[in-house]
């Protein structure tokens, strides 16, 4: 559960060489509306003015466009797992970063998700976490959707680092986990049975306190 969000910074090797007139005239937009845009974000988000600037700043670096589609999202996050495959975990987490399932991630989705993060309340964090354990978004968790989560996580970290686990390793951690958060064994895990055992559990408390001080 501690790589739930991961390494979030965006970093990429590549660049775009050209981009065509309706990326351009994007980009124009979101800069001429960037001071309004900014006062906007800071109410919104837990970062002050001169941090959202260091971030768009950083954010229109890396997608000159100002949006990031799936494919260019994992291209990005598969850099920090070199060892492994985080194709599948980086999809759960675009959809989680995509709040509005528009099939892009705005620099506004980013920051938004980004100032929960690392700056929210632990009921904040644990709320985000929770939706992106919701794949189907039907406001429960059920065993195979925390399997499937699970499962990704452990493809994106690798062989090098779980060199001796099994191939059942994600379900058995997936059923113990699962035991313990479905309080009223009903097959599904509410948003309150999730945040109460994340709070129980001094592992995931420590895990979202890491995030605290990245920026």
Not at 63 to 76: A, D, H, L, R, Y
Not at 97 to 106: E, N, V
Not at 128 to 136: E, M, Q, S
Request: proline share 3%; aromatic share 12%; glycine share 6%.
């Amino acid at each position: 559960m501690g790589a739930v969000v991961g390494t979030l910074t965006m970093q990429t090797k590549q660049r775009r060489p050209s981009r065509d007139k309706a990326d351009d005239d994007l980009e124009m937009t979101m800069v001429c509306h960037r001071p309004e845009g900014l006062d906007q974000l800071e109410a919104q988000t837990n970062f002050s003015k001169r941090e959202l600037q260091v971030l768009y700043r950083g954010f229109k670096n890396e997608c000159p466009s100002g949006i990031v589609n799936e494919e260019t999202f994992k291209q990005i996050y598969s850099q920090f797992f070199p060892h492994g495959d985080a194709s599948t975990y980086a999809h759960y987490l675009f959809n989680a970063f995509d709040a509005a399932h528009t099939g892009s991630i705005k620099f506004e989705d980013f920051v938004t998700a980004l100032s929960i993060l690392l700056r929210g309340t632990v009921t904040e964090k644990l709320q985000w976490t929770f939706n992106l354990y919701d794949i189907n978004r039907d406001g429960y968790i059920n065993k195979e959707e925390m399997t499937d989560i699970v499962r990704a996580i452990y493809d994106m970290m690798g062989k090098y680092t779980y060199p001796v686990l099994k191939t059942d390793a994600p379900r058995q951690h997936v059923d113990a986990f699962f035991q313990k958060m479905d309080k009223n064994r009903d097959g599904v895990v509410t948003l309150d049975e999730f945040i109460l055992s994340c709070q129980e559990d001094e592992n995931i408390m420590r895990s979202l306190q890491l995030f605290e001080n990245v920026i």
